[in-house]
Structures are given as C-alpha cells and as structure tokens.
C-alpha cells in the first residue's frame, strides 16, 4: 500500500484539489458539457460561483460556450489536449478581453470522463509557450489524470 492510499487518496485527487487551489481558473467539464466543478479563480472569471449542481455553460454563458464548446468536444472525441486556445469575451467594462485556455483530458481507464479547463488572463502565458520558454512536452506529461473526481472526498 503506497502512503496516499492509507488516507483513502490517490495521487490523482491530490493533483486535481491542488489546481482547484490555484490562482488559474480550473474548470471541471463532463460529456454533456456542463461545468461539474470550479475552483475560486474560475468563480472570478465567470462572475459567478459553479454551486453544487454544477451549471450548463450554454445556458448561463452562451458567448463563452460558442468558443469553448469545439476544443471541449475535440478533447472528449479525440483524447488529446487543446493547449493555449486564445478566447476572447465582452469584458464587464464593454471592452474585450482575452483568456488563454488549455482543455485537457480527465481519463477514467482508456475514456475520457471530463475535460479540464485552465484559464489565465493575457496573451503573455501564450507568448511563453510560442517562444520556448514553456516546454509542450512538460505540459503533457501531467495532463492525463486517471479517476478524478468531482467532488473532493
């Protein structure tokens, strides 16, 4: 028995409770494309808190989810991540703004149960990544996580 699993968690639901905790907005997204789980820096983002029914992104945030829904469902169809997908929205003060997202797949055996999404503001994350300086191999390493869960145990 590894040393996770004598507290009843896997190194994966400790990976996935550690980006909810971060400063990227971190999307959880089912089959059906409804937002499953957010963490606080989504909330932000939104405007809104995900609650704990989740919410469907077409109904609640249609612009957004005109954008997003082709690299989500790319994701769940193919199994491959969609990194550094510029998104560009209304802004609340009537201007644009621009959100670099990467989609991500949560794999439960050989399918793709969710998709994660992870926003940051700016085009400078993407820069970054366009320059070298981020590493897509590293990126990938990690983007599979076997058995998440929506709800932290």
């Known amino acids: 028995m590894g040393p996770l699993a004598m507290f009843g968690r896997s190194t994966d639901t400790i990976l996935l ?4 905790d971060s400063a990227i907005g971190v999307s959880l997204i089912d089959r059906d494309h409804r937002v499953v789980r957010t963490n606080a820096a989504m909330d932000e983002v939104n405007g809104f808190a995900c609650g704990p029914n989740g919410f469907d992104p077409a109904r609640e945030m249609p612009d957004v989810f005109a954008v997003c829904h082709e690299h989500v469902e790319a994701v769940l169809q193919v199994g491959e991540p969609v990194l550094c997908a510029e998104i560009t ?17 949560v794999m439960k055996g050989d399918q793709v149960e969710h998709v994660m999404a992870l ?35």
Do not use: N
């Open 17 to 20: 409770d550690t980006l909810m």
């Open 89 to 105: 929205r209304s802004a609340p003060d009537g201007g644009e703004e621009t959100w670099v997202c990467d989609f991500l797949p």
């Open 119 to 153: 926003v940051r503001r700016g085009r400078a994350a993407r820069r970054k990544f366009d320059t070298g300086a981020i590493d897509p191999g590293v990126i990938r390493r990690g983007d599979r996580l076997d058995e998440a869960r929506t709800a932290t145990p």
